[in-house]
């Protein structure tokens, strides 16, 4: 298909004042910033009775109110062959009942809609509900800024999980600053300042902040509450300004007169961002919960600053995991204790400024146009195939595969009459680090793999070879495999490590259940046998996982052997004591801290629970892999794996690089696993998650992978993707692709099979 060319977004824009105006406005920017080839435009709706100085991106507006207004835009929409459209969805900017007539131009349209809803109720009207169904059946994209809206629109709305697209509100990429200098400029220096800003409105809480003030003043006598922002133009057309009034009366009936600032002002971002800065903590003390979404949290979390707030949802995902501090609703006690806790620890205060502002760096405006042109993209490729289905024409363009191919050419160039390389420069093999049985074992199970129905076999050849590795591998003296070898085939150790063994151990169980060849399969299982017995004294959780790996296919090949199954549950259960001793409410995994290859931990344990019908088993690899998914899962909703950065910490959350391709590999295994345990779409729906992680979905926005080679970058830096091409990225990546490709397979089966009993019924 052609790129995109035309892009249209309606909802309110800037100069209005609202949060969907200043979100509409920064979302067009970005977009237009990030491809400036791309032609963007805003649909504006113009609420009843107002009139705004549009700038030029303002194509044409819609009187909130005016049905003739939205035929006219549909017309105006398709005349202009846009290539999407991109909605923003608030209730109350649409005139008729709960919005009703912006379905007179969705129902017109004839390209794809993507919609961000800002708004999903948990209890909504019956008129409410219909809408959204229609708004949402209207769109191929819906598009929301947290997990709980995700979350909503499948159990409320009945949304599949395959249209709905989690994208985090966007923040500008303002540098990390302390907030000294903008204090100065604003006239604040010498003082601990509090700050609120955005529409003042009665849901926002601004009165519980202020009663809390005295009791912060008695720890912090220096503090001022900062309140920025004009009050909602709504409100001022149906009451004026009672409520800023009935708040300066509160400042002044608690004496805080010089402790409590009102600036009554709508600011531009320039002018709202060095207000951020010169704060020392942020507050949003709002009255309720469902609020799926805050701008005002977005921006100040992404400035670095440390938050205050009620755990309304956004909050509760932004802020969660000690990104912040969470107080209940209405509480100003709470509120007073936890701000004067930060503006009296400056260590901690600190330590939570770094870490929200390394947190946000995957939600800054450039990487959010990205996400949605992604979307916009996949949304226009799933509208053109439905057309494709609808017409009876034979079209030119070929329907493109849903997964990508297996493409081994890389993975080729990286394997010589040895076996495969340890390392490249770049995508060219570096002879200098030789070779180890780590790679070639894992070559060895992608060669099992690739024995799957669909794919195309890997030569006997180069199967032989990296089974003639393991081998040669074997030291009987020690009864141990060694690991490193240099290139001039001189083994650099007499016994590799623990971790080593084990997973030589999975790739000759593998190869003793799935091999092409009967002598082969012979072969594994003998040495598979020989070498079982020295991990029954390993002490490494992920040496036992990798042996209980090779295990499951080891058994299922040899059923009679005894001895094999003992020690199956014998490594089984010291997993489970681990567990055990380990987990607590809030840490529930096998070991004190987080390190590689983690998710063949669960995946291990549900393997064998399934295979010995040991129901424990199975929940605890279930539990212990939905713990590790809250810790791989970014507020934005993309995967993010365990950077290595923070292998050896203890209890901590887990560092956000370097990223490695192993640890995507390992989940989409683990998810698929989890599946066919039980049998919870989501499972498939996370595996296909992280594999896009390959394809561009991660905090970089970068794609790993060359799918024309079957390359794979050896992992993610905080500021750029690892240009080198290894043998562990190269196989990791494919050992992934080739299970998402026999989930696509099962998936198509299921779809057959289901039309044929129709058909039948």
């Known amino acids: 298909m052609t790129p995109l060319r035309r892009i249209a977004i309606i909802g309110n824009s800037l100069p209005r004042r609202c949060g969907i105006a200043t979100f509409t406005t920064d979302l067009q920017q970005a977009i237009s910033t990030s491809r400036p080839n791309l032609e963007t435009c805003i649909v504006a709706m113009t609420d009843h009775g107002q009139a705004y ?31 999407a459209v991109c909605l923003q969805h608030e209730f109350g900017i649409f005139g008729g009942e709960a919005g009703a007539h912006i379905l007179e131009l969705l129902s017109r349209l004839t390209m ?61 990429d303002f540098p990390f600053i302390a907030p000294d200098a903008a204090k100065a400029r604003l006239g604040f220096s010498g003082r601990s300042v509090i700050l609120t800003f955005g529409l003042l409105s009665p849901n926002k809480g601004i009165e519980v902040m202020i009663d809390a003030m005295p009791s912060v003043l008695k720890r912090r006598a220096d503090a001022v509450y900062v309140v920025l922002g004009a009050t909602h133009p709504n409100l001022v057309r149906d009451q004026g300004e009672a409520y800023r009034e009935s708040l300066l009366t509160r400042v002044r009936e608690l004496g805080v007169e010089d402790h409590v600032v009102f600036l009554d002002q709508f600011v531009d971002q320039a002018t709202l961002l060095e207000f951020i800065s010169m704060c020392d903590v942020y507050v949003t003390p709002y009255l309720n919960e469902a609020q799926m979404t805050s701008g005002t949290l977005a921006y100040s979390f992404g400035l670095g600053k440390p938050v205050v707030s009620t755990p309304y949802w956004h909050a509760r995902e932004l802020l969660a995991d000690g990104r912040g501090v969470l107080v209940p609703f209405g509480d100003a006690v709470a509120i007073a204790d936890k701000i004067a ?85 770049h995508s060219v093999p570096d002879r200098s680090h030789g070779y180890c049985v780590d790679d070639n074992a894992r070559a060895l199970l992608l060669a099992c793999a690739l024995n799957n129905p669909g794919e195309q076999r890997l030569s006997e050849v180069l199967t032989a070879r990296f089974a003639a590795f393991v081998q040669h591998a074997w030291n009987p003296d020690t009864r141990r495999f060694r690991n490193f ?199 498939k729906a996370i595996a296909t998650n992280v594999f896009a992680w390959f394809l561009g979905s991660n905090d970089l926005s970068v794609a790993l992978v060359d799918l024309h080679t079957g390359s794979c970058r050896d992992g993610l830096h905080p500021d750029r993707a690892n240009e080198n091409r290894g043998g562990e990225s190269v196989v990791s990546y494919l050992l992934g692709l080739a299970d998402i490709r026999q989930l696509a397979r099962s998936n198509a089966g299921l779809t057959k099979s289901s039309a044929v009993q129709a058909v039948e019924a």
């Open 112 to 172: 794809p809609v993507i919609t961000t809803l800002h708004t999903v109720l948990a209890e909504p009207t019956a008129v409410q509900r219909a809408v959204v169904k229609r708004v949402v059946g209207a769109s191929s994209k819906v598009v929301v800024m947290a997990n709980k809206g995700r979350e909503l629109l499948r159990s409320v709305y009945q949304v599949p999980d395959d249209k709905i697209e989690v994208i985090a509100h966007g923040i500008p």
């Open 485 to 683: 070898m240099g290139f001039n085939r001189a083994w650099l150790e007499d016994s590799g490590s623990e971790d080593s063994h084990g997973r030589t151990l999975w790739a000759l169980g593998e190869c003793a259940g799935r091999d092409a060849g009967p002598s082969r399969r012979r072969w594994a299982a003998a040495l598979f046998v020989e070498a079982l017995s020295t991990a029954e004294s390993f002490r490494s959780p992920r040496a036992w996982a990798f042996t209980l790996l090779g295990l499951n296919s080891y058994c299922a090949a040899a059923p009679d052997d005894l001895h094999a199954q003992e020690v199956r549950h014998f490594l089984a259960d010291r997993m489970m004591s681990c567990l055990a001793s380990v987990e607590t409410k809030d840490w529930i995994w096998f070991e004190a801290g987080l390190a590689y290859d983690n998710a063949r931990l669960p995946q291990a344990l549900i393997l064998t629970g399934m295979a010995t019908q040991t129901p424990a088993y199975v929940e605890a690899g279930l539990r212990s892999l939905r713990w590790l998914m809250t810790q791989q899962m970014t507020p934005a909703g993309h995967f993010r794996p365990v950077g290595t950065a923070g292998f050896g910490e203890q209890r901590q959350h887990p560092r956000g690089f370097d990223q490695q391709p192993l640890e995507a590999t390992a989940t989409i295994a683990a998810c698929l696993v989890a599946w066919r345990a039980e049998s919870d779409p989501e499972w």
């Open 341 to 425: 806790e930060l503006l009296t620890d400056d260590p901690r205060r600190q330590a939570m400024c770094v870490r929200a502002y390394e947190t946000s760096r995957s939600m800054t405006w450039a990487r959010t146009a990205e996400r949605y042109l992604t979307a916009f993209a996949s949304a226009r490729q799933g509208y053109w195939l439905k057309i494709i289905a609808r017409s009876d024409k034979t079209l030119s363009e070929p329907e493109k595969p849903a997964t990508p191919d297996m493409k081994i050419g890389h993975f080729l160039s990286m394997c010589d009459d040895t076996g495969l390389f340890q390392h490249a420069v």
């Open 53 to 83: 100085d549009y700038p030029r991106s303002v194509a044409l507006q819609i009187e909130d109110d005016t049905i003739e207004d939205y035929v006219r835009a549909a017309d105006f929409l398709n005349a202009g062959r846009f290539d």
